[in-house]
Nanobody
Framework: QVPLVESGGGLVQSGGSLRLSCAAS????????MGWFRQAPGKEREFVAA???????????SHADSVKGRFTISRDNAKNTVYLQMNSLKPEDTALYYC????????????????????WGQGTQVTVVS
């Protein structure tokens, strides 16, 4: 098991910012990837962003204009931590945000697929009010 602990969620007004953190304890995976997913009530869990642990390659949701230009993902390998900086938040960003770890990354084909991740955090709630 690799415990993943998210933090940084909260209640924010539309247009505000939050930075989510996800710390992985235990083993490090130098050839893996860490991702952020979110799930709003009544909706499926959806991919938000991911970053490879080896070279910091980033991926974002392919949903047009969903988070483009507003969210950034970064990592601190020394701390085994990944961050999701969320700016210009909108009410539609309201969801439970999950951090996930993919222990081995080989290509981008499944980086956006929840089932391809090996470990998950408990989630942190983000609520954006207008």
């Amino acid at each position: 098991q690799v415990p993943l602990v998210e933090s940084g969620g909260g209640l924010v007004q539309s247009g505000g910012s939050l930075r989510l953190s996800c710390a992985a304890s235990g083993r490090t995976f130098s050839r893996g990837a860490m991702g952020w997913f979110r799930q709003a009530p009544g909706k499926e869990r959806e991919f938000v962003a991911a970053i490879t642990t080896s070279d910091g390659r980033t991926y974002f949701t392919s949903h047009a204009d969903s988070v483009k230009g507003r969210f950034t993902i970064s990592r601190d390998n020394a701390k085994n931590t990944v961050y999701l900086q969320m700016n210009s938040l909108k009410p539609e960003d309201t969801a439970l945000y999950y951090c996930a770890l993919k222990t081995y990354y080989s290509n981008s084909n499944d980086i956006r697929v929840p089932g391809k991740y090996d470990y998950w955090g408990q989630g942190t709630q983000v609520t954006v009010v207008s």
